[in-house]
Nanobody, 116 residues
């Protein structure tokens, strides 16, 4: 059974860090482009960062550039999103997406709350 599971969310104070993980089962992430998206209450889902499958190219939304880093560990079938200097406006449910050719999978999401 194909599955993507996010983990690592939680409640942190502004300025703190979190590392989100996105782990695949039932398929290999190796060739997939992986994207992290987020959705805050009352807002549309937005792209945060993505990592291409073959060339390892990265993309970051302007709002998270220089604070977030996306990476992958193919041996663990896991993609990470290191989030530093978190701000209250980063509060959202974070989702990962794996895409390759006609295959497109989403995880269930993990809540990130940044509040003092």
């Amino acid at each position: 059974q194909v599955n993507l599971v996010e983990s690592g969310g939680g409640l942190v104070q502004p300025g703190e860090s979190l590392r989100l993980s996105c782990t695949a089962s039932g398929f290999s992430l190796r060739n997939y482009a992986i994207g992290w998206f987020r959705q805050a209450p009352g807002k549309e889902r937005e792209g945060v960062s993505c990592l291409s499958g073959s060339m390892g190219r990265t993309y970051y939304a302007d709002s998270v550039k220089d604070r977030f880093t996306i990476s992958r560990d193919n041996s663990k079938e896991t993609v990470y999103l290191q989030m530093n200097s978190l701000k209250p406006e980063d509060t959202a449910v974070y989702y990962c997406n794996a895409h390759w050719i006609s295959n497109d999978y989403w995880g269930q999401g993990t809540q990130v709350t940044v509040s003092s």
